[in-house]
């Protein structure tokens, strides 16, 4: 009897990444064995991945709410350094990529794209649309997962109810507390999630479409791999003075793993702040930057800009010198900060980026298309990285803060 119960109780208390690998190893056997099973059993992960979208914007809008309304005057939240790495990560893998792109310039086959894509004609009308999210109705905001307007409505109600009675303020407290236990069970699902989608993606799709991109990819996942483990790595050396890659490689298997493959920043908040939690973190700090971040941290969005846009000019032969390459560089950051307020994300936010050299809307919606086929690998990895960069950020800018603390406190 000794089996079971010591199977029922790993399935409940065991390691989670231990979990998430066995399902993942799991899902590609089964992808490969029975491709009909594999197919059918992506009801899971399409589950897990409801599951996760639908909680996390009733978590952040109570838990951020809670925060601000049981801050305490004089304690620090750590928002403005946390913000600063976030922008300073976009610009530089905006920077990485041009690099990369110098180096291995990529050509693309471009094929006309089926259906009616649209994407947003300037800088002004991508920040109209950010701004226009931060009024949204909050019952809208909350049903369609508008964090930028959850966040505006829950810091605006926060702060109304800093002068509360002390049991409004357990209440609303409790209540954050519940959402997060019913978010803990739902991230105990995520073996099953990821065993599901894994096995439904390799079955129904494959990768055989992915060999005539090869170059692309690689251009597009190096430069993602070049922040994730060279770049992230020295701005967190820079702000703790410690040896980064035990918090970066922790970040990247809590965090990247599960984001990787649910391929959605707003289904990941949910285990973002759980790892907070566990890094013990301040929760006035990661209750604020994890949701910012899943809407303004977007070093892989930057990467794949800047990629199609340049392997765009490359194939059109465009020459790109250094300060075209550079205000690319800054457009790319902008347009990546405003990618979740425009449907289709980062991939539709490129004809913005082609206009710099002069491609017409068409061209530019060809590259698009490209974008759509390679999505399968660019992705997941681009969500893997602005996901897992969220927690990495917000545990350097807290820790940071917290080692100054105390050699001021020494002084």
């Not at 430069?223 to 060279?230: E, F, K, S, Y």
């Not at 002069?358 to 992705?379: E, K, R, T, Y």
Request: neutral net charge; contains cysteine.
């Amino acid at each position: 009897m000794a089996q079971p119960f010591g199977l029922i109780r790993f399935l409940t208390h065991g390691s989670l990444v231990a979990q998430i690998v066995i399902g993942l190893v799991l899902g590609v056997a089964l992808a490969l064995l029975a491709p009909g099973v594999a197919s059918a059993s992506g009801l899971l992960g399409a589950l897990f991945v409801g599951a996760l979208k639908a909680v996390a914007p009733v978590l952040v809008f109570v838990l951020v709410a809670a925060s601000i309304a049981n801050h305490k005057q004089g304690q620090r939240t750590n928002i403005r350094p946390i913000l600063l790495l976030y922008l300073l990560g976009t610009f530089l893998s905006a920077l990485v990529a041009v690099l990369l792109s110098f180096i291995f310039p990529s050509t693309l086959s471009l094929v006309r794209p089926e259906g009616g894509l649209s994407s947003p004609g300037s800088i002004v009308e991508v920040l109209r649309d950010l701004l226009m999210n931060v009024v949204d109705n909050p019952v809208h905001a909350l049903v369609t997962g508008n964090f930028i307007g959850i966040l505006a409505w829950a810091v605006g109600l926060g702060l109304a109810l800093r002068h509360a009675a002390d049991t409004t303020k357990r209440l609303i407290d409790d209540l954050a507390h519940a959402v997060g236990a019913i978010v803990h069970r739902v991230i105990r699902f995520a073996p099953l999630g990821i065993f599901g989608l894994v096995a439904a993606t390799l079955a129904d799709t494959g990768f055989g479409a992915l060999w005539g991109y090869a170059q692309l990819l690689a251009v597009l996942i190096g430069g993602m791999v070049v922040m994730a483990l060279v770049v992230n790595p020295l701005i967190v050396f820079w702000k703790l003075r410690t040896n980064p890659y035990p918090l970066v490689f922790t970040c990247l298997r809590e965090s990247g793993i599960t984001a990787f493959f649910t391929r959605s920043s707003a289904a990941n908040i949910p285990v973002n702040l759980e790892l907070c939690r566990k890094l013990d973190l301040p929760e006035d700090s990661y209750s604020v930057s994890i949701p910012l971040g899943a809407t303004i941290n977007m070093e892989g969005a930057a990467i794949t800009i800047t990629v199609l846009t340049l392997a765009a000019a490359h194939t059109l032969g465009i020459v790109v010198d250094l300060p075209t390459a550079l205000l690319l560089s800054v457009v790319a950051s902008i347009c990546a900060c405003g990618a979740s307020g425009v449907a289709g994300g980062s991939l539709l936010l490129i004809p913005l980026a082609c206009s710099l050299f002069g491609i017409d809307n068409d061209l530019a919606m060809q590259v698009v298309a490209v974008g759509f086929i390679i999505s399968v690998l660019q992705d997941s990895c681009e969500t893997a990285l602005n996901s897992s960069t969220d927690v990495l950020f917000t545990a350097a800018a807290c820790r940071a803060e917290a080692a100054g603390e105390v050699a001021r406190q020494g002084a």
